[in-house]
């Protein structure tokens, strides 16, 4: 499957939106089902149903569920571009990533996003951890030996 999680889509098939329809939405896959071939879009194939009461201080209520809709019937849309394209997949750094058919910019923001520079100055290492009661007692500990060097 070319489309992954957290991917901006666009539904291509179903009503036009004036009719009520989702054909040229937009929106953030939520979950994705390679086995099914199913991808669950936010905003898209929105069904109600009725959720019962579970506990006496709970109401029953309609809540709206995004249903998954079919792989091939969404396009990944391009963050430079702005339009539906068709994935390509290239090895860059020895890595396969998927890229862009028509501008060709890379899709994974994983990727994307990782330097070589900025990976080493993120990293810092952990403060370290003092129980509440041993700084107390080291504090205690210093301010005697302070007195007597004065």
Known sequence: MNVKLNDTVVVLVGKKQSDGGDKGKQGKVIATSPKNGTVTVEGVNVHKKSQKARRANETSQQVEVALPIDVSNVMV????????????????????????????????????GKGKGKAAEVK????????????????????????KAE
């Open 77 to 112: 849309v391009c963050a430079s571009c702005g339009k539906g394209v068709r994935v390509k997949h290239q090895t860059v750094d020895g890595k396969k990533v998927r890229v862009c058919g028509k501008c060709g910019a890379v899709l994974d923001t994983a990727y994307a």
């Open 124 to 147: 810092e290492a952990p403060k370290k951890r003092t129980r509440k009661r041993a700084a107390k007692a080291e504090e205690a500990v210093e301010t005697p030996a302070e007195d």
